[in-house]
């Protein structure tokens, strides 16, 4: 059974960091595109960053380009978001998705993801 599991949310103030963790087990990864997406209360699932297999090609939210920074360790099945200078509009619950082919972009649609994690709530506030 394939498994996500986000760590890593919380409460901070505007201006602050936070570190996503992303594990995935049941099988690998390694060779597949992998991204993040968050949804806020009342608003639709949207894109946040994602990254192709290899970890050479990122791709960003206008929203969060220059704050954010997703990496990923192939050895460890995981994918990290770093995310700094955080504001009140990030607040929402976080989500590692992974797709289950061998596509190699990085799709910003949620349809192009095939796994999903649980999500981990991200409260920034100001």
């Known amino acids: 059974q394939v498994q996500l599991v986000e760590s890593g949310g919380g409460l901070v103030q505007a201006g602050g960091s936070l570190r996503l963790s992303c594990t995935a087990s049941?099988?690998?990864?390694?060779?597949?595109?992998m991204g993040w997406f968050r949804q806020a209360p009342r608003k639709e699932r949207e894109f946040v960053a994602g990254?192709?297999?290899?970890?050479?090609?990122?791709r960003y939210a206008d929203s969060v380009k220059g704050r954010f920074t997703i990496s990923r360790e192939n050895a460890k099945n995981t994918v990290t978001l770093q995310m700094d200078s955080l504001k009140p509009e990030d607040t929402a619950v976080y989500y590692c998705?992974?797709?289950?082919?061998?596509?190699?972009?990085?799709?910003?649609?949620?349809?192009?993801?095939?796994?999903w994690g649980q999500g981990t709530q991200v409260t920034v506030s100001s």
């Open positions: 990254i192709n297999w290899s970890g050479i090609y990122t």
């Open positions: 998705a992974a797709v289950g082919t061998s596509y190699t972009g990085t799709s910003i649609y949620t349809a192009g993801y095939n796994y």
């Open positions: 049941g099988r690998t990864f390694s060779t597949n595109t």
